[in-house]
């Protein structure tokens, strides 16, 4: 059963960084896909970026600038680093990795960014 673990999530100020991880249980590369998707409450899961197995990645125009996702494929972990938080950032983040079109998420770690 494939597992994905976020870490990395807190309480922080704005203008600070964080850096997420998503640790795979398998080999990363097992993935068409990988993601960093976002909720806050009462809104809908959004995507914030992703990255192919090919290494290609994509943001949504919200946080280009501020994120940045990041593998390493030997250790199975996507990364997501996000700088100058806003309070607008506050959400669960979520890992997800998309395999022949099967989902699979993490659990969430949640940030919350204080003004």
């Known amino acids: 059963q494939v597992q994905l673990v976020e870490s990395g999530g807190g309480l922080v100020q704005a203008g600070e960084s964080l850096r997420l991880s998503c640790a795979a249980s398998?080999?990363?590369?097992?993935?068409?896909?990988m993601g960093w998707y976002r909720q806050a409450p009462g809104q809908q899961r959004e995507l914030v970026s992703s990255?192919?197995?090919?290494?290609?990645?994509n943001y949504a125009d919200s946080v280009k600038g501020r994120f940045t996702i990041s593998r390493d494929i030997a250790k199975n972990t996507v990364y997501l680093q996000i700088n100058s938080l806003e309070p607008e950032d506050t959400a669960v983040y979520y890992c997800?990795?998309?395999?022949?079109?099967?989902?699979?998420w993490g659990q969430g770690t949640q940030v919350t960014v204080s003004s």
């Open positions: 997800n990795g998309n395999a022949w079109g099967k989902n699979y």
């Open positions: 398998g080999s990363i590369l097992g993935f068409n896909t």
């Open positions: 990255i192919t197995k090919f290494g290609n990645t």
